[in-house]
């Protein structure tokens, strides 16, 4: 991210580093970037409409010209009545973010002056000189209409946020549903013949999210109580797991499944065995540390998002 930051700096963007997100203001135009790399594409976007309704029509077909010539670059362009909207395949044009934004911004401004147009309110439309602000995980441009409703929306959602308490029972009952789902998936990839990488970072993040729909609200304890149990499950799969390999190594001999798994206490105990363990389950703690890592990084950019509205510009 921080390389990006560089590159949306050398031309003169602002960069929103909680949100990954471009902003400038170009004669009056308010300009966002938006990078989506669940989606692989950038979005840029100018708030801005011709004054004159009969140029709507010419402008739409212009930036459909200009979104053809570059089919294999532009996956979509349009005028929404509010904003250009151009939407590039990330794959194509990163890591070198600068070129397809100073084109954007080159046909942007074509499109001002052969088409009138002037700045306007991202939300509502109106003609405005807008102003740019961080709202949540987004970055808009809004009128002082827009503003001031966006700003009694958050605070109404902010009133509701603190009224609402965690359910720890329900939390760690989510979380101990969560947990069972990632260890059965540990159990199942084990008895393929190997640990899936996925399947350790599941483990966390099902646990995670199990707290936070039945606890209904995430808190630091939350996530605590529900990267533990996920552990704690994760311990617990791998445990059957072995039980299950020993159980298959001598079910052969007439061994019971319950006679196999009171060995496992033995077997643990055994310096190679508990090597052979370490080295079978490494990669899958490894991923388990990697999304219990996503879900504290989830838990801080929630908590740093959640109600913001920022003037950028």
Sequence with gaps: MANYQKQ?????????????????????????????????????????????????????????????????????????????????????IAPNITKFINDSVSFINYCINQFGCVPCCASCGNESNANIYAIENNIAALCESCFYNTQNRLAGNMYKENQIVTNYPLGILGAVLGGLGGAVLWIITSLLGKIS????????????????????????????????????????????????????????????????FEWIPDYLTDPEATGEIIYNHFAGFITFILGAMCCIFQYNNEKKVKNRMIKLM
């Design 197 to 260: 990488m996925i399947a350790g970072a599941f483990a966390g993040i099902f646990g995670y999210f199990g707290f936070k729909k039945l606890g209904k609200k995430m808190t630091l304890q939350g996530l605590i109580i529900s990267l533990t149990v996920s552990f704690i499950f994760l311990l617990a799969g791998m445990y059957f797991a072995i039980g299950v390999d020993i159980f298959n190594a001598v079910k052969e001999y007439g061994f019971t499944f319950s006679e196999a």
């Design 8 to 92: 949306f700096e050398s031309i003169g963007f602002g960069y929103d580093t909680l949100t990954a997100k471009g902003y400038n203001k170009i004669n009056g135009i308010s300009f966002t970037v938006d990078l989506n790399p669940n989606t692989k594409d950038y979005i840029v976007s100018a708030a801005c409409r011709p004054v004159d309704e009969t140029a709507v029509a010419s402008m739409r077909q212009a930036i459909q010209q200009f979104a053809s010539e570059r089919k294999k670059v532009i996956k979509n362009a349009v005028f929404d009545g509010k904003q250009i909207i151009i939407v590039w395949y990330i794959a194509d």
